[in-house]
T-cell receptor, first 112, second 113 residues
Framework: QKEVEQNSGPLSVPEGAIASLNCTYSDRGSQSFFWYRQYSGKSPELIMFIYSNGDKEDGRFTAQLNKASQYVSLLIRDSQPSDSATYLCAVVIGGATNKLIFGTGTLLAVQP | NAGVTQTPKFRILKIGQSMTLQCTQDMNHNYMYWYRQDPGMGLKLIYYSVGAGITDKGEVPNGYNVSRSTTEDFPLRLELAAPSQTSVYFC????????????FGSGTRLTVV
């Protein structure tokens, strides 16, 4: 059974701090990974895609991937109250079908 | 450009009733997916489709059926609703490129009583 694990939180950080969200996955053959943000009562929205080991930066967001450790993380710099949401890690499975398996998500609370 | 449209937004069903959740996308995406999300949980894949006429089961297909007669539409059918099907249902679509990610609909909140 392929699994994606995240700490459910809540992760509480003060405004302006760096929030670090972590995700581990069980299938060593996994190649591609996503981070989605989901506000309460809303649908998930895409934040980042990463497939290469190392860091990928997009604005205040940095995704980090370590395939040897089967670990992917998301850093949010200069956290804002508007970043308060659930962050879902997702792993691509199933070859060319782009099927995703999602973690349960980490609830981030940014305190003003 | 509406993206992915789901109807209805809310529905209450009685045990044993049936219904169809509608999903339409106008982005000419070949790939479409149905997920359910239970409170405090991640999304679980119910069914997916890689093109018109092609569907396959995901992680939790029992109690559901799908069809894909056109590129745009991917309805999800619930037969003989059970309380365990109380959930929020999301339809999503994507291009064939893996890095394109999903576009999600706004969801259908279903309660079975």
């Amino acid at each position: 059974q392929k699994e994606v694990e995240q700490n459910s939180g809540p992760l509480s950080v003060p405004e302006g701090a760096i929030a670090s969200l972590n995700c581990t996955y069980s299938d060593r053959g996994s190649q591609s990974f996503f981070w989605y943000r989901q506000y309460s009562g809303k649908s998930p929205e895409l934040i980042m895609f990463i497939y290469s080991n190392g860091d990928k930066e997009d604005g205040r967001f940095t995704a980090q991937l370590n395939k040897a450790s089967q670990y992917v993380s998301l850093l949010i710099r200069d956290s804002q109250p508007s970043d308060s949401a659930t962050y879902l890690c997702a792993v691509v499975i199933g070859g060319a079908t782009n099927k995703l398996i999602f973690g349960t998500g980490t609830l981030l609370a940014v305190q003003p | 450009n509406a993206g992915v449209t789901q109807t209805p937004k809310f529905r209450i069903l009685k045990i044993g009733q049936s219904m169809t959740l509608q999903c339409t996308q106008d982005m000419n995406h070949n790939y479409m997916y149905w997920y359910r999300q239970d409170p405090g949980m991640g999304l679980k894949l119910i069914y997916y489709s890689v093109g018109a006429g092609i569907t396959d089961k995901g992680e939790v297909p029992n109690g559901y059926n799908v069809s894909r007669s056109t590129t745009e539409d991917f309805p999800l059918r619930l037969e003989l609703a059970a309380p365990s099907q109380t959930s929020v249902y999301f339809c999503a679509s994507s291009y064939w490129r893996v890095d394109s990610g999903y576009t999600f609909g706004s969801g259908t909140r279903l309660t079975v009583v």
